[in-house]
């Protein structure tokens, strides 16, 4: 079964968009954030290869190995990070962009999930269920390159007592 993945996620935080793109100069750092990841290798200049540990329920029996291979551009003048899916890896693809708002950090994920082997009796809950994982992982996503940006802010409030 295919399943969509449509996902718009935000986290309030003070992250500017200079410390935002500061982050994007060391791309692999950025990507390596991502949760879940158990292989990221770079396979042409600013695309990489994503071999993710098993998302999903093995209890339910709707779970993925996700693999897939995006080629991501800084845009220096939006303070955006973009990708885009590359078609002949893996079994999911996945476009988006991550970038600050107004109030924080925002990431939007579209793409699909291929091939997932679902239980016929799980087919109506399983698209659920799947983009509510994919949802979870951009939230840690999100809080793992928030303190990544503000690192002192994070030692700071760890000591005080």
Same mark, same amino acid.
């Given at each position: 079964?295919?399943?969509?993945?449509?996902?718009?996620?935000?986290?309030?935080?003070?992250? %500017?968009? $200079?410390? @935002?793109?500061? *982050?994007?100069?060391? @791309?692999?750092?950025? +990507?390596?954030?991502?949760?879940?990841?158990?292989? +990221?290798? !770079?396979?042409?200049? /600013?695309?990489?290869?994503?071999?993710?540990?098993?998302?999903? %329920?093995?209890?339910?029996?709707?779970?993925?190995?996700?693999?897939?291979?995006?080629?991501?551009?800084?845009?220096?003048?939006?303070?955006? !990070?973009?990708?885009?899916? !590359?078609? /002949?890896?893996?079994?999911?693809?996945?476009?988006?962009?991550?970038?600050?708002?107004?109030?924080g950090l925002i990431v939007e994920i579209? $793409?699909?999930? +291929? /091939?997932?082997?679902?239980? +016929?009796?799980?087919?109506l809950v399983a698209p659920a269920f799947?983009?509510?994982?994919? %949802?979870? @992982?951009?939230?840690?996503? !999100?809080?793992? *390159?928030?303190?990544?940006?503000?690192? /002192?802010?994070?030692?700071?409030?760890?000591?005080?007592?």
């Amino acid at each position: 079964m295919n399943v969509q993945i449509d996902l718009s996620r935000k986290l309030e935080t003070d992250v %500017s968009a $200079g410390e @935002l793109l500061a *982050l994007f100069d060391d @791309l692999e750092s950025v +990507l390596r954030k991502f949760p879940k990841v158990k292989k +990221l290798g !770079l396979i042409a200049e /600013d695309s990489y290869r994503f071999e993710m540990q098993t998302i999903g %329920s093995s209890v339910a029996k709707i779970a993925h190995d996700a693999i897939f291979a995006c080629r991501f551009e800084v845009d220096k003048s939006k303070g955006e !990070l973009h990708w885009k899916a !590359l078609n /002949d890896v893996g079994n999911t693809r996945f476009n988006g962009v991550l970038r600050r708002g107004s109030k924080g950090l925002i990431v939007e994920i579209k $793409g699909d999930v +291929l /091939d997932v082997p679902i239980p +016929l009796m799980y087919r109506l809950v399983a698209p659920a269920f799947i983009q509510g994982k994919f %949802s979870a @992982l951009a939230d840690v996503w !999100l809080q793992r *390159l928030a303190a990544a940006a503000k690192p /002192d802010k994070k030692k700071s409030a760890g000591t005080a007592a």
